[in-house]
């Protein structure tokens, strides 16, 4: 082993998945799953395989098709738990199950109500068992932040002699600073030696969680757990760009340490998990928000202006942000089309090409300027659109006076075409009305937003709901169009397709 790499463990799909809203299908976990592949990251946690049967399908598909990465799903100490951990990942050519439990006082005494010595003894056997299933075996301390480091020592000693490779230390409630973090990490460092690989996985509660990352770098860890925008459990986890491109920039203190991260893949990465959570990067946001590398001030600009240097430490082009691209409109043939979509990261086969070419054609003719990033949101939702069991053909809709709306709707399912029309409290309200109405299916909305893709008056709007349709689990839905409404009506029906395909899948 190369004791000079940083192993990017990305867990986006699992613990990013844990934000609040940020639930995705099996297709958009599949597409993200390819993207964090191109990325270079070395470890996946696609999911916990235990939690539904939709969980278990995503981490096998992703095992069957990203071929060149190590694939991981989380597990409880427990056996139902590791066996389908193992058996979502058998797929994968290389594989990893991820094992915890808890050994935080507090946790030990009111969560698991177990004592430390029956704590150790599941721990140990549910890394025997996951090795019956693969050999790469990770073990975290649940909440190893708050563990006593004596108790740490004995049960890390423990799962190791019983085959775990990787030792991760989480501070699962973001409670730490930086020098304790480095502190805790030295002594794990030097107690666990060359035996395993001590790992971190620190959450943002504090908003340290990328300082007490790059701390347990120094103090000698050598796995990062992190996700693409910060994403996770309440305050989020790590986010693997501050991570990866602290480490570089600053190759100065760093150095020889380094990451496999193509770094030029990281902002691709990040728009397409915004794009499918929903959930957009704060605009101040390290490396990815939008005004990462905007310039404001007359001072400022006069600065980068005469020399790049003199208030940009990162080019926004080094992490494939390109400011100053192609803009394509509606006479770009089919060759800039193909070269903008290289450029961008995307391998289309032809029919998919061609079927991306048509969508690009259909916008440019309703919009002058068409932006990298409507060419991004266009082909992400192409790759991500689910079957369409109901879809939306025609939409019209009235003034909304004094908050009362119109809509009509025309949706095709089953080869039939279905038309109807209600009111509502506003235009939005109307039209998803007329669709519960058309599909007989009772929808909730939990949640409902709306962003514009790129500039401009003209701009696409990207619109991502949260449904709970008969009162089951929420789904989300997406719709992309130059029309708001359109793009409401098109996430409405999407989520409303996402239901109806999980329900038959139950069945
Ligand atoms: O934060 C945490 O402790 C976790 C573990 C399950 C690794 O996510
Ligand atoms: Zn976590």
Redesign the pocket.
Known sequence: MDNNKIIIFDTTLR?GEQSPGASMNTEEKLRIALQLERLGVDVMEAGFAAASPGDFDAITQIAKQASNIRICS?ARAVERDIKAAGEAVAPANKKRIHT?IATSPIHMEYKLKMKPDEVIKRAVNAVKYAKTFCDDVEF?C??AGRTDIVFMKEICDAVIEAGAGTI?L?D?VGYRLPTEIGEMIKQMVEFVKARAIVSV?N?NDLGLATANSLAAIMAGARQVECTLNGLG?RAGNASLEEIVMAIKTRHDIFAPLYTDIICKEIYPSSRMVASITGIEPQPNKAIVGKNAFAHESGIHQDGVLKHKETYEIISAESIGLERNSLVLGKHSGRHAFKDKLASLGFELNNDALNEAFDKFKELADKKKEVFDDDIRALVTSEFIKIPEIYEIVTLGQSNCNKGLASASVTIKFDNELISDAALGNGTVDAIFKVIDRISGINGLLKDYKVNAVSQGKDALASVVVKVEFDEQNAVIGHGLDIDTMMASAKAYVGALNSYVRIKNLNR
Request: glycine letters at 0%; aromatic letters at 8%; zero cysteines.
């Open positions: 613990d989380l915890f975290s649940e909440d991760n989480p699962t996985h959450h459990e």
